[in-house]
């Protein structure tokens, strides 16, 4: 789906490989296994999908702001391993497992710095800045709320939407404005392809928790039913407590702070039983329906392609 800039992102990978490279041998080495151990690069890939359709593309200015979302990105996932205690990440060992919490941190606060300073070296329009700083505090906000809530049955679907959207829709979101930005797209074109982000964001976040009810460890590089493990309640979980005859049982679960690997498959087996995947998999294709329908009528083919072939990639995915 990304054939149109396929050379771009492997540009991009130099770029990022460059980003984390340290004086000090061991951050660079730990630099070098976070930005290395895999990852789709959806979030660079959409920055420059963005700038490309414009009418002033130029690589070597859009690549910083690229590299520069996808070590945030990478960044808040090094913390988010360490706030989980997770082990695996896309099936590589997880910073904080290889080394320990501190170097994890520690690695991670550099990755975010050496985002902001791409940013500051190639001089873009305060904006640019700006919006990276409130991605960021979105990004926290969103966890902070996320974190106050575990264990604790949602007070609806609203709380889930706004969550999702601190954690993932608004980084899309602001990935394909900043790219049109920079590639001299005009302001109503920017507007409309930051609602396709937007959308594709928020259905990026639902079927990832769909695949955490689906999927096995193996598929996804994670243990499966990992979010209702820690006490996440995401959509299809809130589905099956509004309409399963067990959602009493259901509830018991996914507050108990001593969950044990029986009580898990207990609960996925009663989500199961529910309308809950079915109910997340349509909330997702109408979000996904809606980012087409966004995309400005001005794009070049080969771009508007590559965006569609990107909504339908996040509807059918399965890792």
């Known amino acids: 789906m990304f054939d149109v800039i396929k050379g771009n992102l492997e540009v991009l990978e130099q770029g990022l490989q460059e980003a984390v490279t340290s004086t000090n041998d061991l951050v660079t080495e730990v630099g070098m296994h976070i930005v290395t151990s895999g990852g789709k690069r959806i979030r660079p890939a959409l920055c420059l999908l963005s700038a490309r359709g414009g009418r002033a593309f130029d690589l070597p200015h859009v690549l910083p702001l690229a590299e520069a979302l996808e070590l945030i990105h990478t960044a808040s996932l090094v913390h988010d391993d ?12 997880t910073a904080n497992a290889r080394w320990n919490n501190q170097v994890a941190i520690l690695s991670g606060d550099y990755i975010f710095a050496r985002a902001f300073t791409l940013i500051a070296e190639e001089g873009y329009d305060p904006y640019v800045s700006k919006r990276l700083a409130d991605l960021v505090c979105n990004l926290s906000v969103g966890e902070i709320i996320q974190d106050h809530a575990v264990y604790q049955v949602s007070r609806g679907m609203a709380d889930y939407y706004e969550r999702i959207q601190k954690k993932t829709a608004d980084f899309l979101e602001i990935c394909c404005e900043l790219g049109a930005m920079v590639g001299g797209m005009d302001r109503e074109e920017m507007k409309k392809l930051a609602e396709y982000g937007h959308c594709i964001g928020m259905a990026f976040q639902i079927t990832d928790d769909l695949l955490d009810i689906e999927q096995t460890a193996e598929t996804i590089g994670k243990p499966a039913g990992n979010d209702i493990r820690q006490g996440i309640v995401t959509l299809p979980v809130i589905r099956a407590l ?14 108990d702070m001593e969950m044990t690997d029986e009580m898990v498959e207990r609960a996925l087996e009663i989500v199961k039983a529910t309308d809950g995947v ?6 997702a294709d109408e979000y996904l329906a809606r980012a087409k329908a966004a995309l400005p009528e001005g794009l070049p083919d080969a771009i508007r392609e590559a965006y569609e072939m990107v909504a339908d990639f996040i509807g059918d995915r399965d890792f």
């Open 82 to 93: 360490v706030i989980d205690e997770a082990d695996t990440r896309r099936g590589a060992a």
């Open 278 to 283: 079915d109910f997340a998999k349509a909330k």
């Open 242 to 255: 509004e309409t399963s005859p067990d959602a009493e049982k259901l509830e018991r679960i996914v507050t």
